[in-house]
């Protein structure tokens, strides 16, 4: 079974884009904070970028996106990956699409790795005009 890997990063931004032939990651636009005008509201995409080490073997991410109340606002998950040593940086951008966020507060991220919980990141929603 392939161990938890220990999560070094876990940062929230509009976009990540991945140079193909650099491998190089630009995060573009990192925030901890969304104030949106009215409540219902929909947010069109959230990238989370991970950076884990001490991986070795076969993993599966899984990213949740959790509400105050422990609603299920929105997921993503990657293929099977595979990673050959745990000495090794390994990276990965999420998405999650089509959001909804019914009110504000503070919501959570939850990373998993196999279906285990490897690491948490919370950011809050307001509306706008509030501090």
């Known amino acids: 079974m392939a161990p938890r890997p220990s999560v070094k990063a876990v940062l929230i931004c ?3 884009i991945h140079e193909a032939l ?4 630009s995060l573009i636009g990192i925030f901890e904070q969304i104030h949106l005008p009215k409540f219902p509201c ?3 995409r959230i990238a989370v970028y991970v950076n884990m080490t001490d991986a070795h073997g076969k993993y599966v991410l899984e ?3 959790i509400g105050e109340d422990g609603q299920q606002v929105g997921t993503g998950k990657t293929p099977e990956v595979t990673i050959d040593s ?3 940086t390994f990276e990965v951008a999420l998405q999650v699409q089509n959001l909804m966020f019914r009110k504000p507060g503070v919501y959570e991220f939850q ?6 919980l490897a690491a948490t990141k919370s950011f809050h929603v ?5 501090k």
Do not use: I, S
């Open 14 to 16: 509009d976009y990540v």
């Open 22 to 25: 650099t491998n190089k990651k």
């Open 42 to 44: 929909g947010y069109p």
């Open 63 to 65: 990213l949740r996106l």
């Open 86 to 88: 745990p000495l090794k």
């Open 111 to 116: 990373v998993f790795a196999n279906g285990d």
């Open 126 to 130: 307001r509306q706008a005009g509030q």
